[in-house]
């Protein structure tokens, strides 16, 4: 009788436990359905007409953070998108203040770009929507900026994770809330893999998003529509600068054509002779780096990302403590804008104010000295095209958190004449957009630091970075006054 009870009890437990998970997966299926039908709302729009306001940061202390409040015009076939900032508070150094205008040409696949005040004098400025400086703190730009690309977005988001909808409410009235979380891992962009969307029930119409990193409870980033009035009829002849009208441009960069002679991919030759294990070559590195106080090195960079082209040659002079380093550019060809502009170009950081100083080339020493936080995201990419990212210490961070180290393959290769080390290491899990999933590292077997680092595997599978150092010298005593080479 009581054997009789238990089985009773297990059953019922049982039939409770499945009961929940069809419940579960019940409201999960409804969830979904809903954003779906939120989602095909949204991609039915014509055009739409609204004023947002915006906020974004870097990182889990929001050292940096930028509010906007814009106004913005957007026809969604063929894309024509334009923007203007009425106003803006940062707390670094932001050049696109109130007054700001962009346009985003979807048959070009172009961004254009008036600036404000004084910087207005340089006219028409076009930039590829790939180009780091197009993006945003939290990687959108222009391009990703109407309510159906937003939203079409987050829908590839659901795909690589789960939807949940719940009641709630908005600047006290009801609205729908999805929250849709990726599985870990994987990312929207940047460091995003979590949103908050708020709907209005009945337009359906997103009236704000939340945008989370893995470790914050803050959103990173956040977009409320104030105003939106859709399907209005907007003509293309309405989406154009406002006081402008000549089409002049102070500044120009060369075609992908006239670079790409100039880049110059890593010769070497693999040899039959056997390698030691790459366990054993990383240790060496990671010895090596640790040792490491201060170097000058000269460098040189051949770089391929999507419609984007760069060859550089620098001279590069790094201190570990206090961390500086110096940055003086002596060749340069690029087919999208760079900030230090060109040749005879300067970049540091003081140690007195931990802040980059910018001297930069041609037209732009007209400018003078100028002054960042070195918190601005404007001067970091995850594209690998900034020579100063890649310094042996920063590199070493770069492989031991991201990279897997457990299958790292190694051979011995000739390289200038010389036999070195060559290290082939894949990234860790999903690799995000505009990001490296491949390094190669040639290392000097005296030294145990490498003389070439190539990346590859992006989401653009013809995109690589190249960068070889070369004369080479190891703690020799730096001053940042004195290294201006």
Known sequence: MIRRQKLKKIAYCLLCFVWLIAGSQADEQNAWEKFQEVVEKVSSLKDCQVKFRSYSSTGKLQPLYLYTRQSARYIREPALYYQKRLEVKAN?????????????????????????????????????????KATGMNGGSLKSMAPWDALNGFSRMAKLGSVEL??????????????????????YYGEINRVRLYVEPESLLPKRFEQYSPDTTEP?????????????????EQIKFEGFKSPFSMV??????????????????????????????????????????SYRADLRMSFR????????????????????????????KANYLLLNHSAGAQLWIDPKDNNFHLIGGGVQKLLGEQVFSSSDYKFYSSLG???????????????????????????????????MYEIKLLRAGEVPPRHPGKINLIIDPELNLPRAIEFSAYDDPKAYMAMTIDNLRLNIPLKPTESKF
């Open 166 to 187: 719940k009641d709630a409410t908005l600047n006290g009235k009801p609205a729908l809330m999805f929250e849709i979380t990726q599985r870990p891992g994987t990312f």
């Open 92 to 132: 670094y150094k932001e050049q696109a203040q109130a007054g700001f205008q962009e346009i985003y040409r979807g048959d070009m696949d172009l961004i254009e770009i008036l600036m404000p005040g004084a910087f207005r004098a340089l006219g028409l400025i076009k930039i590829f929507p790939e180009d780091p």
């Open 252 to 293: 120009s960069t060369p075609s992908a054509k006239d670079v790409e002679p100039l880049l110059k991919p890593i010769i070497r030759k693999r040899l039959s002779e056997h390698a030691p294990e790459a366990k054993s070559i990383l240790v060496s590195f990671n010895h090596a780096v640790d040792g490491i106080k």
């Open 220 to 236: 990173m980033s956040w977009m409320e529509w104030d105003e939106m009035e859709v399907n209005t009829g907007l003509a293309p």
């Open 385 to 419: 095209d900034n020579p100063y990212e890649l310094d042996f210490i920063k590199l070493q961070s770069l492989i031991q958190n991201h990279f897997d180290l457990s299958s790292a393959q190694a051979c011995i290769v000739d390289y200038q004449g010389k036999k």
């Open 305 to 332: 990302y999507l419609r984007l082209r760069l060859y550089r040659e620098d001279r590069f002079a790094y201190n570990r403590k206090p961390y500086w380093f110096m940055l003086v550019t002596e060749a340069q």
